[in-house]
């Protein structure tokens, strides 16, 4: 199965930064690619599907791309509400139909 | 309104068994794959099952294979996920999500499992 490797793990950022997390797989993956953002005691909120399609209802700060191995999620400028955990995860798009997480980008205030 | 509620969760023995559900509501339930996913104290997200539109394909975690069982009934909007021999380590809040394109696009709130003596 693919791993996915996010980096950083942490990452200390002010209001209206720019931030970048990237999301690495061990091997090629599908174009099923989508990234969530978590805050405490809630469940995840899909962001991007299929690599950089933005989610309804999500604010165009955030975009998606990549393709291959290599993935990134960008906040354009950082808003107060978006201090949270970001997971990237893919779908093995062939039997077994599996899905894979990484192990989440925390975002904190600086 | 497009949601999901899971139920089910509770305080249980290693080796116990617990059942969760998941009702949805505010979709056309039966042309989508359903899913779901748990999340350990502390730790991050971890796939565990998920199931296509007719109950014809069901996959799962290594962890979880010959233990858990994820089934659906379309004609109730719900599918489930029977859990046994359960350990310690199964410990999380395990949610519910609808699939779209690879995503999971609709979640529940999650409900606790603790498998503890």
């Known amino acids: 199965d693919s791993q996915l490797t996010q980096s950083p793990s942490f990452l200390s950022a002010s209001v209206g930064d720019r931030v970048t997390i990237t999301c690495r797989a061990s091997q090629v993956v599908s174009p099923y690619l989508a990234w969530y953002q978590q805050k405490p005691g809630k469940a995840p909120n899909l962001l991007i599907y299929a690599a950089s399609t933005l989610q309804s209802g999500v604010p165009s700060r955030f975009s998606g791309s990549g393709s291959g191995t290599d993935f990134t999620l960008t906040i354009s400028s950082l808003q107060p509400e978006d201090f949270a955990t970001y997971y990237c995860?893919?779908?093995?798009?062939?039997?077994?139909?599996?899905?894979?997480f990484g192990q989440g980008t925390k975002l904190e205030i600086k | 309104e497009v949601q999901v509620a899971e139920s089910g969760g509770g305080l249980v023995q290693p080796g116990g068994s617990l059942r969760l559900s998941c009702v949805a509501s505010g979709f056309t339930f039966t042309h989508f794959w359903m899913t779901w996913v748990r999340q350990a104290p502390g730790k991050g997200l971890e796939w565990v099952a998920n199931i296509d539109q007719v109950a014809s394909e069901m996959y799962y975690v290594d962890s979880v294979k010959g233990r858990f069982t994820i089934s659906r009934d379309n004609a109730k909007n719900s599918v489930y996920l029977q859990m046994n021999n359960l350990r310690a380590e199964d410990t999380a809040v395990y949610y519910c999500a609808k699939v779209v394109l690879g995503a999971m696009d609709v979640w529940g709130q999650g409900t606790t499992v603790t498998v503890s003596s």
């Open positions: 995860q893919q779908l093995n798009s062939l039997p077994p139909k599996t899905y894979t």
